[in-house]
């Protein structure tokens, strides 16, 4: 059975998982969207939870599934590593990065992406996600390519060409767009 760990009980190993800053209030381009309000709580669930106090690391196993506000991110693994030294509003252990891995899927009500892996950076407020990565919006609009990178702060994503096909070529950016009837 899955165990719901709360982020409020793990203020050893996940004392802020966003502490980069509020969230800016507009909306990015066609298919952003995955702005995070940092002052919502966070709530992770997954089947096991390894803390490696040494290392400064948090391991979630087993369908993570963590969410905040409306952005939601959902593998198999979660790798959290803090800075002990660091202090984030009078709090020792800021986290420093979130690696996710295994079918990787970040959602929001405004879209969603999917990738094997993705690198979130706390500092610059970034996520990167690779090895072929598909972005949606609506049930629609969808772009495909090798890696993906999303602002938290300002909801901005940028998608990338992936690498060399067998066949020598490279692989490309590729999207499929609905314009919509409302103006």
Do not use: H
């Not at 087993?62 to 509003?89: E, F, H, I, N, W």
């Amino acid at each position: 059975m899955k165990r719901i760990v709360r982020i409020a009980l793990l203020s050893l190993a996940l004392p802020l998982l966003t502490d980069a800053g509020p969230a800016a209030a507009q909306s990015a381009g066609a298919l952003g969207g995955f702005k995070v309000d940092s002052t919502l709580p966070i709530e992770i669930s997954a089947d096991a939870l390894e803390v490696r106090q040494e290392e400064q690391v948090a391991v979630f196993t087993g369908s993570v599934d963590a969410r905040q506000g409306g952005v939601r991110m959902q593998a198999q693994r979660l790798v959290v590593t803090y800075d002990p030294d660091s202090d984030s509003d009078g709090q020792a252990g800021a986290i420093r990065r979130v690696r996710a891995e295994g079918e990787v899927f970040v959602s929001s009500p405004e879209g969603a992406a999917e990738g094997n892996w993705a690198d979130y950076d706390v500092a610059s407020s970034t996520i990167l996600m690779g090895d072929t990565v598909t972005l949606t919006q609506g049930a629609e609009n969808v772009l495909a390519g090798g890696s993906l990178s999303i602002n938290l702060d300002t909801g901005f994503a940028r998608i990338e060409s992936g690498g060399i096909r067998a066949d020598g070529t490279r692989e490309r950016v590729s999207g499929i767009f609905f314009p919509s009837s409302d103006r």
